[in-house]
């Protein structure tokens, strides 16, 4: 296994390679998920000059990794919608009935509210899971890989991660009842949100520190600061972190420094390949901070 990536690391037309699959991949989202089109207007349009007025930190609006990033997110919408659609098809049958049913019988936004929360609550789960187990990590160290946090940088993520993660929490939504309608609201609500918890804004927004995540509260989740390992796994609602001990929003300094002790290649195939790989730093997140002499 081990030569058969040194051999992908090392093959002479890889950068070719990698233009023909990113071409393909536009093409893919054009045809199937459009919506991402809206993805990059809204960024450009909306999200870098709101960066630049309210800059946390200085850096580059085009940064060297941007190409790579723009390759996660043609990629990973698609690759995240498929076990959810493949997910409802084989579970649907085996729904409670009675859950299903009560879901059915309310308003359209009374269940969008409670798909809602229960995505919350299985998102937070899935998350702390993707830090705490070492397989799953490996896989999850690729999100957290950017030293730099931007409106794109979010989007970062290793296409088995983004399985495992829309898998997690479309299970037990689509058990309980809940539909492809509910689902892909939430998927466009997350997805918005990404935008601004992940971007380089200095929006602190403590009045809504209890109900919402801010800026803030997510990059201190991204923070190498030690004492922030391990925390804030909400994605839209911190009430989670706060109910399973996980909330952290210090009042007298802001996250500073960002990415995974030893850092990762910016190049998309390295990062493809670094969940397989023998890094010694892989579990360093893991189960209450660093392991043992692996600082």
């Not at 990059?40 to 630049?52: A, S």
């Not at 160290?141 to 991660?161: C, K, T, Y």
Request: hydrophobic share 45%.
């Amino acid at each position: 296994m081990r030569n058969l990536l040194n051999k992908l690391k090392e093959y002479k037309y890889r950068n070719e390679a990698l233009l023909v699959f990113y071409l393909a991949a536009i093409t893919t989202v054009v045809i199937y998920r459009p919506d991402t089109i809206w993805f990059f207007v809204i960024g450009v349009g909306i999200m870098i000059p709101l960066e630049f007025i309210f800059r946390r930190h200085k850096m580059t609006t085009f940064h060297k990794s941007m190409f790579t990033d723009t390759l996660h997110v043609t990629i990973d919408p698609v690759l995240s919608m498929v076990p959810i659609a493949l997910v409802y098809s084989v579970l649907e049958p085996l729904q409670i009935t009675s859950a299903s049913t009560a879901i059915a019988s309310q308003p359209r936004w009374l269940q969008i509210l409670e798909a809602f929360l229960f995505k919350g609550l299985f998102g937070y789960w899935q998350h702390r899971l993707a830090h705490e187990i070492p397989l799953l990590w490996r896989l999850h160290a690729v999100h957290h890989s950017p030293s730099q946090l931007n409106w794109i940088s979010g989007e970062r993520r290793h296409p088995f991660d983004s399985v495992w993660g829309s898998t997690f929490t479309a299970i037990p939504m689509v058990l309980t009842g809940f539909n492809l309608i509910d689902l892909g609201y939430l998927a466009m609500v997350s997805r918005v949100w990404d935008y601004t918890i992940h971007a380089n804004l200095n929006w602190r927004l403590r009045f809504l520190k209890y109900l919402w995540v801010s800026p803030e509260y997510h990059h201190w989740h991204h923070s190498k600061e030690k004492e922030a390992w391990n925390k804030n796994y909400s994605g839209l609602l911190p009430i989670y972190d706060l109910i399973f001990g996980t909330f952290y929003l210090p009042k007298d300094k802001s996250p500073q420094h960002y990415g995974i002790p030893g850092g990762m290649s910016d190049d998309y195939i390295d990062q493809m390949l670094y969940p397989f790989q023998k890094h010694e730093i892989t579990e360093e997140f893991i189960s209450n901070g660093p392991v043992e002499g692996h600082k």
